[in-house]
């Protein structure tokens, strides 16, 4: 079907820098949005930031100035530029997409990757 895999995760210091890559595969037509949520240990899920097919962003009001978000249509991947990182920011980062997919009835799906983690150490 379709398969979303994270990778760039890993342990940094406190005010270091990571980034995380997410790629896309499998039977897919088109993806609307992609995007990033992280979950740290008791705590919901959270939006961290999306991306648009064409290039329209979001993020949650807590990363900006400090996360970027970015994507490669061609490659079906999407990126988040961390900088800065806290030991608050220690979370499993989960990759999302909206796909409209082959085989299925034509309408968007949310797919989701099973996470990278990201430990941020003082």
């Known amino acids: 079907q379709v398969q979303l895999v994270e990778s760039g995760g890993g342990l940094v210091q406190a005010g270091g820098s990571l980034r995380l890559s997410c790629a896309a595969s499998g039977n897919i037509f088109r993806i609307n949005v992609m995007g990033w949520h992280r979950q740290a240990p008791g705590k919901q899920r959270e939006l961290v930031a999306t991306?648009?097919?064409?290039?329209?962003?979001n993020y949650a009001d807590s990363m900006k100035g400090r996360f970027t978000i970015s994507g490669d249509n061609a490659k079906n991947t999407v990126y988040l530029e961390m900088s800065s990182l806290k030991p608050e920011d220690t979370a499993v980062y989960y990759c999302n997409a909206k796909v409209i997919p082959i085989g299925l009835p034509i309408r968007e799906y949310d797919y989701w990757g099973q996470g990278t983690q990201v430990t941020v150490s003082s």
């Open positions: 991306i648009t097919s064409t290039g329209s962003t």
